[in-house]
Nanobody, 118 residues
Framework: QVQLVESGGATVQTGGSLRLSCVAS????????TSWYRQAPGKERTLVTG???????VYTDSVKGRFTVSSDNAKNTVYLQMNSLRPEDTAVYYC????????????WGQGTQVTVSS
Protein backbone atom coordinates (compact mmCIF):
# COMPACT_ATOMS: atom_id res chain seq x y z
CA GLN A 1 0.00 0.00 0.00
CA VAL A 2 0.86 3.67 -0.28
CA GLN A 3 0.31 6.47 2.18
CA LEU A 4 0.17 10.13 1.13
CA VAL A 5 0.75 13.19 3.27
CA GLU A 6 0.21 16.70 1.93
CA SER A 7 1.62 19.84 3.46
CA GLY A 8 2.21 23.48 2.63
CA GLY A 9 -1.28 24.88 2.71
CA ALA A 10 -1.70 28.34 4.21
CA THR A 11 -3.48 31.65 3.91
CA VAL A 12 -1.91 34.08 1.46
CA GLN A 13 -2.89 37.32 -0.21
CA THR A 14 -3.88 37.63 -3.84
CA GLY A 15 -0.80 37.45 -6.02
CA GLY A 16 1.13 35.41 -3.49
CA SER A 17 2.79 32.02 -3.85
CA LEU A 18 2.72 28.69 -2.09
CA ARG A 19 4.39 25.35 -2.58
CA LEU A 20 2.49 22.24 -1.66
CA SER A 21 4.20 18.93 -1.05
CA CYS A 22 2.88 15.39 -1.32
CA VAL A 23 5.09 12.78 0.29
CA ALA A 24 4.42 9.16 -0.54
CA SER A 25 5.50 6.22 1.59
CA UNK A 26 5.11 2.48 1.30
CA UNK A 27 5.08 0.73 -2.09
CA UNK A 28 6.06 3.85 -4.03
CA UNK A 29 7.63 1.90 -6.91
CA UNK A 30 4.14 0.99 -8.10
CA UNK A 31 2.86 4.56 -8.39
CA UNK A 32 2.19 5.34 -12.06
CA UNK A 33 1.08 8.94 -11.72
CA THR A 34 0.37 11.61 -9.12
CA SER A 35 -2.25 14.31 -9.36
CA TRP A 36 -3.40 17.33 -7.43
CA TYR A 37 -7.11 17.95 -7.06
CA ARG A 38 -8.91 20.72 -5.26
CA GLN A 39 -12.32 21.13 -3.72
CA ALA A 40 -13.84 24.46 -2.85
CA PRO A 41 -16.74 24.71 -0.38
CA GLY A 42 -19.95 23.49 -1.96
CA LYS A 43 -18.23 22.43 -5.16
CA GLU A 44 -17.03 19.17 -6.65
CA ARG A 45 -13.45 17.99 -6.42
CA THR A 46 -11.66 18.80 -9.69
CA LEU A 47 -8.31 18.01 -11.25
CA VAL A 48 -5.68 20.74 -11.05
CA THR A 49 -2.62 19.01 -12.47
CA GLY A 50 -0.96 15.65 -12.82
CA UNK A 51 2.45 14.17 -13.48
CA UNK A 52 3.29 10.67 -14.64
CA UNK A 53 6.22 8.56 -13.50
CA UNK A 54 7.83 9.49 -16.82
CA UNK A 55 7.48 13.20 -16.15
CA UNK A 56 4.61 14.06 -18.48
CA UNK A 57 2.34 16.74 -17.09
CA VAL A 58 -1.17 18.05 -17.58
CA TYR A 59 -2.84 21.17 -16.21
CA THR A 60 -6.35 22.46 -16.06
CA ASP A 61 -6.71 25.65 -18.11
CA SER A 62 -7.29 27.96 -15.15
CA VAL A 63 -3.85 27.27 -13.66
CA LYS A 64 -1.71 27.09 -16.79
CA GLY A 65 1.18 29.51 -16.55
CA ARG A 66 0.70 29.95 -12.79
CA PHE A 67 1.07 26.48 -11.29
CA THR A 68 3.91 24.02 -11.83
CA VAL A 69 3.98 20.38 -10.81
CA SER A 70 7.28 18.59 -10.28
CA SER A 71 8.60 15.48 -8.66
CA ASP A 72 11.65 14.45 -6.68
CA ASN A 73 11.77 10.69 -7.00
CA ALA A 74 14.60 10.36 -4.49
CA LYS A 75 12.34 11.94 -1.87
CA ASN A 76 9.11 10.30 -3.11
CA THR A 77 7.67 13.77 -3.20
CA VAL A 78 5.55 15.66 -5.71
CA TYR A 79 5.39 19.42 -5.46
CA LEU A 80 2.84 21.94 -6.60
CA GLN A 81 4.30 25.41 -6.99
CA MET A 82 1.46 27.92 -7.08
CA ASN A 83 2.17 31.50 -8.16
CA SER A 84 -0.04 34.50 -8.82
CA LEU A 85 -2.69 33.05 -6.56
CA ARG A 86 -6.26 34.26 -6.86
CA PRO A 87 -9.21 34.10 -4.47
CA GLU A 88 -10.81 31.49 -6.74
CA ASP A 89 -7.86 29.19 -6.00
CA THR A 90 -9.12 28.87 -2.43
CA ALA A 91 -9.84 25.20 -1.75
CA VAL A 92 -8.68 22.08 -0.02
CA TYR A 93 -5.95 20.58 -2.18
CA TYR A 94 -5.66 16.82 -2.34
CA CYS A 95 -2.85 14.63 -3.60
CA UNK A 96 -3.89 11.46 -5.40
CA UNK A 97 -1.95 8.61 -6.95
CA UNK A 98 -2.73 5.84 -9.40
CA UNK A 99 -1.53 2.67 -7.74
CA UNK A 100 -2.06 -0.29 -10.11
CA UNK A 101 -0.69 -2.82 -7.62
CA UNK A 102 -3.46 -2.37 -5.13
CA UNK A 103 -7.21 -2.32 -4.67
CA UNK A 104 -8.34 0.39 -4.63
CA UNK A 105 -6.01 1.64 -7.33
CA UNK A 106 -6.66 5.34 -6.66
CA UNK A 107 -5.40 6.62 -3.32
CA TRP A 108 -5.87 10.00 -1.65
CA GLY A 109 -4.15 12.12 0.94
CA GLN A 110 -5.96 13.97 3.70
CA GLY A 111 -5.83 17.36 1.99
CA THR A 112 -4.30 20.72 2.82
CA GLN A 113 -6.18 24.02 2.96
CA VAL A 114 -5.20 26.90 0.70
CA THR A 115 -6.91 30.22 1.30
CA VAL A 116 -6.27 33.26 -0.88
CA SER A 117 -7.51 36.51 0.56
CA SER A 118 -8.45 39.47 -1.60
Amino acid sequence: QVQLVESGGATVQTGGSLRLSCVASGDTNCISSTSWYRQAPGKERTLVTGITSGGSTVYTDSVKGRFTVSSDNAKNTVYLQMNSLRPEDTAVYYCSVIYPCGDPDILWGQGTQVTVSS
